[in-house]
């Protein structure tokens, strides 16, 4: 019976969940004070150990919720959940893209897509340089040495210089880095 | 960039790219490559971009760097995780609904696997100095890899004018409108525009 409750609560999850793991943060919060399965505390403690493992926030956090109440199965479930009306919505629209794909109008919105994306993956990448490296949001109340922190970004312009010249598996470049933040305590 | 040309072209020779001629990539083979870009990508969503260029597009050839970026924008207006609904987008495209499906379970299995070890070794495990510095390092190289990817996406999406305003709009709204939806309305905007502008525009030529 929890199991069939945990399916539905993460199956919700899954289907409410547009545009980033984050926006699955407050229905999270709302679940915790109606199911009682973890705490609010415990929600926020999630988004830390999410934001550093491998995978999509999302199923980070439904397999989290769903061990710590039904155990082992329990995560499998929930994170299965979380996933499965991303799949049913996408099949549906990628037949109908697939139908269409050579139409004028399907070209057209590609044509102002693309850029969108492109600036939307732009933000992603501001968002990082500003948490990691230089620290946008706080100029005028640090130092600049504390805003431009420059051993970070000399490291991101050497890792982008070889990330562009010899094109190796992006693992490589992240084994490196970890490695390089251990070595120099960033 | 003469590198570029080279991976490409070596890309175009393996078995696997055979195989999508046929349209018969293995769901095997299809899993294997979603488990490894699920296992390496820290973060999420975006993150996930760079390292499914390498697998599907580079490495396989299965699909184009193009239609890896239509999924994308897709994806941003749909309901449900960027990451799940990308995988499923490119199941579905080289083994239909089996696909799909496997395409996410291959995304989402490494992340099952180590969050679950996680949840039952470490309670803290962030908290520890080695594990915060690693993490440290590794944004920086996702910041690295993701900011390759936008100039290799901008290559490609921004070459008109009216497609820099698009950029150029978005990304501003991004970054002083503060609004849990805003990327749909994003989509959707430009969306919008970009059928009644490329209407004008061929009404015009005529």
């Not at chain 2, 440290?136 to 497609?163: C, H, R, S, Y």
Request: some cysteine; hydrophobic content about 55%; aromatic content about 12%.
């Amino acid at each position: 019976m929890i199991y069939l409750q945990l399916f539905w609560e993460f199956f919700k999850v899954g289907l409410f969940t547009v545009g980033g793991g984050m926006a699955a943060v407050p229905l999270l919060l709302s679940m915790a004070e109606s199911t009682h399965w973890f705490t609010q505390d415990f929600v926020v403690q999630m988004i830390a150990i999410s934001e550093s493992t491998p995978g999509p926030i999302g199923i980070n956090m439904a397999t989290y919720a769903g061990y710590t109440v039904g155990g082992i199965p329990g995560g499998i479930l929930a994170s299965v959940a979380t996933a499965i009306p991303g799949v049913i919505i996408v099949v549906l629209v990628s037949r109908a893209l697939q139908k269409f794909s050579q139409s004028v109008t399907v070209k057209d919105a590609f044509w102002g897509l693309r850029p969108a994306v492109t600036a939307l993956i732009a933000y992603a990448a501001y968002t990082i340089i500003n948490k990691t490296m230089i620290h946008f949001t706080k100029i005028g109340t640090l130092s600049f040495w504390e805003v431009f922190q420059w051993q970070k970004v000399l490291f991101f312009a050497v890792m982008l210089f070889g990330i562009m010249k010899f094109k190796k598996h992006p693992v490589v470049y992240i084994a490196i880095a970890a490695v390089v933040g251990i070595l120099f305590k960033f | 960039m003469e590198n570029t040309e080279n991976t490409k072209a070596n890309a175009a020779r393996t078995p696997e790219a055979e195989d999508r001629k046929a349209g018969t990539v293995s769901l095997g083979k299809l899993f294997l490559a979603m488990f490894k870009t699920g296992a390496v990508t820290f973060g999420g969503g975006y993150a996930m971009l760079p390292i499914l260029d390498r697998e599907v597009v580079e490495k396989r050839g299965w699909i184009t760097k193009e239609e890896v970026m239509d999924y994308y924008a897709v994806a941003q207006a749909l309901p449900g995780i960027i990451s799940i609904n990308v995988a499923s987008f490119i199941g579905h495209r080289l083994r239909k609904v089996p696909g799909a499906v496997m395409g996410t379970l291959g995304v989402i299995s490494p992340c099952i696997i180590i969050i679950t070890l996680i949840a039952m070794l470490f309670t803290n495990f962030q908290d520890n100095v080695y594990v915060a510095h690693a993490l440290q390092g590794i944004n920086i190289a996702v910041a690295a890899l993701i900011v390759n990817t936008i100039i290799t996406m901008w290559k490609k999406g921004v070459k008109e004018i009216p497609q820099f305003l698009i950029f150029l709009l978005v990304f501003c709204l991004s970054l002083f409108v503060t609004n849990q939806q805003l990327p749909i309305y994003c989509v959707l905007g430009s969306l919008a525009f970009a059928l009644i502008y490329k209407r004008i525009e061929r009404r015009v030529r005529k």
